[in-house]
């Protein structure tokens, strides 16, 4: 009785297929005009517990980053699937969001005092208040930095509401012996969605907002204000140069030291 062959021929057919490198190039380029990420596959845009983007991280681990025609191939279908399965955010590629960062004021020498357990258990709290008005306003927590936070929204004027909710929230709370009291930054702009973070001058912006601004004040950058309803009261802070963004970018303040 003659054996079936195919799946030998079909192994022939797939190591003729990796080995093309010509082949490679062309799905290569042909990536560029599928939808998603183009550069799909490498650590940064695979974060997350999505499953395409849990085969593609496990497959460039295997690969070492030396794609063959058909990893390639592979790559192109997870990148297409990525983009279709992509959670429901408020931003996405080439769509304008609000970029909020909070971040602790004195935290950081607080819990040097106190040690792990306690702070761990403060940053616990206020996370939850966070968390619960980001969400309250539509918007979603992109990510934890330590004692601060990342957060996007798709309406300007929601995002300035989560924030000053956030600061009058988060200064009720007394831990230990530390008043919590929070500052953040705002700025509305087109930042680059990879993998479950955002990159670009447009976050950097809004981080060096956050950086500059007083306890309890949230810093906005005009691009927030030119989306804000008419009649809303911002004050002009003293005239400021901040490193990392463009010169000469016009900051209003709400808010303040209380």
């Not at 195919?6 to 490679?24: A, I, K, M, T, Y």
């Amino acid at each position: 009785m003659a054996t079936i062959g195919w799946p030998r021929e079909l192994r022939r057919g797939l190591g003729w297929l990796s080995s093309r490198q010509s082949l490679l190039q062309v799905i290569r380029a042909w990536r560029e005009v599928l939808p998603g990420d183009p550069g799909f596959g490498d650590p940064m845009s695979t974060t997350g517990s999505d499953p395409a983007r849990v085969l593609a991280r496990r497959a460039w681990s295997s690969n070492e980053s030396r794609w063959s025609a058909l990893s390639e191939l592979g790559l192109a279908v997870l990148q297409v699937a990525d983009w279709a399965g992509a959670d429901l955010r408020p931003g996405h590629s080439d769509s304008e969001v609000a970029i909020l960062f909070t971040d602790l004021v004195g935290f950081s020498s607080w819990a040097l005092s106190v040690g792990d357990e306690d702070s761990l258990e403060a940053l616990r709290r206020i996370d939850a208040i966070i968390t619960a008005v980001v969400e309250e306003h539509e918007g979603e927590v992109v990510k934890r930095l330590g004692d601060g936070t990342m957060a996007v929204f798709a309406d300007a004027g929601c995002a300035l509401l989560a924030a000053e909710a956030c600061v009058q929230e988060v200064g009720g709370i007394t831990c230990d012996g530390y008043d919590a009291r929070m500052r953040a930054g705002l700025h509305f702009g087109t930042p680059q969605p990879i993998g479950i973070d955002y990159l670009g001058v447009d976050v950097n912006i809004a981080a060096r907002l956050c950086e500059a601004a007083g306890p309890n004040e949230v810093l906005i950058s005009e691009a927030v204000r030119g989306h804000l309803h008419a009649g809303r009261e911002l004050k002009r802070p003293p005239r400021r140069e901040l490193d990392g963004v463009p010169k000469g970018l016009e900051i209003y303040s709400v808010g303040g030291t209380r």
